[in-house]
Every structure is written in C-alpha cells, then in structure tokens.
C-alpha cells in the first residue's frame, strides 16, 4: 500500500473543511436575486388583497384575544401580511434602496394604524371586558422577547430567499407574533389602560426592529446585489440610524429582562422561606400575601407561640440572598392559645375519615353495579327461551325485543298537612316488556290470547306488550 504523503494529509484535511463549510453555506439552494427581490417588494404592497386579510387578521386576533383562545390567535397569525413591509424595510437597508425603505415605512404605518383602529373599535363595542392570559402575556416584553424576534426573522427572511417554498414560514409568522400586540394595544385604549397600551405597543416595536435587523443581517452576509446607489454620507447616516434604533430598543428590554429575573428570584426565596415556616409545628400559617413589587410580605399564623423573631429571621435570611430591605410583617389570628400539632393530627384525620367515607360509597356501587350485571346476564337466556317461544306462536313476526324491569307503584300526592310524613310506597313489581312487529297489524283476538298465555308463563310479572308494523 502506498504511503500517504504530506500534500495528500493536506487535500484529505481541505476536502473536510470544504465539506463542513458547505453545511452551512447560505447560497446553496439560493433564489435568483430577482425572484427574491420581486417577492420582497410584492410583500411591501398595501392595496388589494393585503389590505383585507389585514382587516380580516386583525379581527380573528381580536377575537381571540377577547375570547382567550390559543387557537384562534395563532390562525390570526398566520394569515397576518404585516411581516412583509418589515421584511422590506430590513432587505432596503441591505440593498441600499432608499425609496424600498419609504414605501415599507409608510405601508407598514398604514398597516398599523388600521390594526389600531380596527382593535380599538371591536374591544370598544365588545361586551367582555376582562383581560385575559393572552392578553396580559403581551403587555411585559423583555429580552426574550427579542431573541425570538431576531432568530424568528432569520429563519424567514432565509426560507424567503429559497428556491423552493418552505414550510419555515408559518412557525416564524406564529413565533414573531406582530399581530397580537397590536391588538392588544386597541384593547388598553378602548380600556383606557395606558400602560397595557404602552407595553404592548414596545412589543410589537422589538419585533418589527429586531426582524427588519435579522433580515439586514443576513441579506448582508447573503450578499445579495445592491438595487441603488447612494452617497458615503447617506449611508454613515443610515447605518448611525439602524445602530442607535438597534440599541434604543435593546437598552430598555433588558433592564425589563433585569426586573423580571429580579422578581422572579425573590418570589422563589420567599415562597421557600414561608414554605419552612409552615413545616415549623408551633405555627399554623393561615394566609400568605408575597408583593414582589413593593418587596413586602405578609403572613397570617395562628399557634401556642407568638415569637415576635419570625419577621426579622425571615427578613435576615432574605437580606442574606441579596434582598435587602424586604418588609416582613407578621400578624396572630385570634387570641386563645391553639395546640396547632393536635390541631395538625385533627386535620388529617377528617381528611383520612372523609377519603373512607367516599371509598366506602364507591365500593357500595360498585357492587350494586356487579349485582344489577349479573341480574341481568341471568336473565338473557330466560329471554332467549321466551323470544323463541313467541316466535313460535307468531311466524309471521319480523321482530320480537323482550326487556325485564321493574315498576315501583306511587300513591297519589298527600295533602299539605300531612307533607311532613309522607306514606311509605309500595313494594316494586317485576316487568316484563315485548315489542313485536309483525308485516300487518295483529288481530285484536290473536293479541288477546298471546297476553293470557304470557300472563300464565310469567306469573311473578306484569307484562306489557306494544304491537307495532316496520
């Protein structure tokens, strides 16, 4: 076998970089410039047909917001066209072509203001008032929400630049979710909850920036041709914009980012450190009030010793975990001394009597259950031998359905006085039911004379037969 020589270590080494390298390639299965460069500026256009599944957008959103459904706010996402002047504005400031960048603008201010109106005037009509989960889940953006926004707008702005039509831009349209925020920003004017209005409304701003800034991104590193010409100064002063309008929104959601993992975490510490106090048998905790905000906690105990160190401890304890100053307010219910172990014991005995209790009853149906199956498999072959022996006396049948039941015999109602002790009722009877249909009605002498007979053949029931033709 030949040896392998330096240079053929070298070209086997290159061959593995190349490889790799195509992996990531962003210009395999690239689009003609054109076709992407006329389904961009196609996108952009607010007239027509864009116009009404705008409205029609928007009002699905609304509704599914005010309705709190899932569903339907992800259908409105789907169907939404406000990613397309967002798109455009992005794939202008990578091509450098500044009248792309206007009529993105402007439609894309169009496109808002008819979101606000249409949301503001359905929420202002609707009866249901109420601000729900999803309502309330766009109203406190921060940091994640702008990473979601940018690789959201990476992965579309590359599956819009494919030959072939992806299946990528639905899940960016649901994942960037431009059209909720705005209607939730109608619901706070309609409301006139201007800070829901205020949080939606910077929502909706990170992911259209961040999206247009994915989509100049990787237009950039596409490298896709230049569509104008501008000066040096005009493309310093664009690109100082695009820098400051990055951070101007960035800035802000992070210290949101901040405050929420600042909240968070002391929600944790405290929810821990009145969980162990609960566990302490000298107390009873009563109720809990946890205000992150305010850093203040409130509880309520109940037991045999009020220790006026509970509230400092628990503040201590806090302070240790970097949450100083955090208000701990202790108050005792009532003013008898409670053994809260015996009171502890008592109450897991009711709950232990109380599970018995049920299982008890389930067990008693359950053998009802088993005895009314077993009446009844019993009884199948007494029908079978009934329904052959009927049949016998009536060829002519095309069907013959026998059922047993029982009749419990009411008295008539007693008059008022004597409501408050009702008679006892009789005892139940055996029933015994036929339904025969036969191709033309029986005669009244033949019906007659099957019933006697019945009558013999099943003394210990009463016996209903109903005659009827297919």
């Not at 996402?77 to 400031?93: A, D, E, H, K, R």
């Not at 990787?218 to 990055?246: C, N, Y």
């Not at 010793?305 to 970097?322: D, K, N, S, T």
Request: charged fraction near 20%; include cysteine; glycine fraction near 8%.
């Amino acid at each position: 076998m030949r040896p392998r020589t330096p240079d053929a270590d070298a070209g086997t080494e290159r061959d593995v970089q190349v490889g790799i390298a195509g992996l990531f390639n962003l210009r395999r299965d690239l689009d003609d410039p054109d076709n992407i460069d006329a389904n961009v500026r196609a996108g952009v256009d607010v007239a027509g047909t864009n116009l009404w599944v705008l409205f029609f957008a928007i009002l699905v959103a609304s509704v599914g917001l005010n309705v709190n459904s899932t569903a339907v706010i992800i259908g409105a996402m789907l169907i939404s066209p406000l990613m397309g002047p967002i798109v455009g504005v992005g794939y202008g400031l990578a091509v450098q072509d500044m009248r792309l960048i206007r009529r993105a603008l402007r439609n894309l201010l169009i496109f808002a203001v008819i979101s606000l109106l249409t949301s503001t005037l359905y929420f202002t009509v609707s009866p249901l008032r109420q601000a729900g989960t999803e309502l309330l889940a766009r109203t406190t953006p921060n940091l994640w929400d702008v990473l979601i926004a940018f690789f959201g707008g990476s992965a579309g702005i590359l599956a819009l630049t494919r030959k072939s039509i992806s299946n990528v831009v639905p899940g960016v349209a649901i994942a960037t979710a431009l059209m909720p925020p705005l209607c939730t920003v109608g619901f706070g004017i309609a409301l006139g909850d201007w800070g829901m209005a205020g949080g939606a409304f910077y929502l909706f701003v990170i992911n259209g920036v961040f999206i247009a800034f994915s989509t100049f991104v990787f237009v950039k590193l596409i490298k896709l041709p230049l569509r104008g010409q501008v000066s040096e100064r005009a493309r310093w002063s664009t690109s100082l914009f695009t820098t400051l309008t990055v951070l101007g929104v960035l800035v802000p959601s992070a210290y949101l980012t901040w405050r929420f993992v600042q909240v968070q975490r002391f929600v944790a510490a405290a929810t821990q450190e009145v969980d162990e106090l609960a566990r302490d048998d000298r107390f009873l905790l009563l109720d809990r009030d946890i205000d992150p905000d305010k850093r203040a906690i409130l509880l309520t105990l109940s037991g045999e010793h009020r220790e006026e160190g509970v509230a400092p401890r628990i503040a201590g304890r806090l302070a240790a975990q970097g949450f100083a100053n955090t208000q701990v307010s202790v108050r005792f219910s009532g003013s008898e001394r409670v053994n809260v172990t015996s009171l502890k014991q008592e109450l897991r005995q009711d709950v232990l009597v109380q599970i018995s209790r049920e299982a008890d009853e389930l067990r008693k149906r359950v053998q009802e259950l088993q005895a009314a199956n077993d009446k009844l498999r019993k009884a199948q072959p007494a029908h079978a031998q009934l329904l052959a022996e009927v049949r016998a006396q009536l060829p002519q049948a095309t069907r013959i359905v026998a059922a047993s039941g029982a009749e419990l015999p009411l008295r008539a109602a007693q008059p008022a006085a004597s409501a408050s002790a009702p008679a006892p009722a009789g005892a139940a009877q055996a029933v015994l039911m036929l339904r025969i249909e036969t191709p033309r009605p029986l005669p009244r002498a033949e019906r007659q004379r099957l019933e006697r007979w019945l009558a013999v053949r099943e003394p210990g029931h009463a016996v209903f037969v109903d005659y009827g033709t297919p």
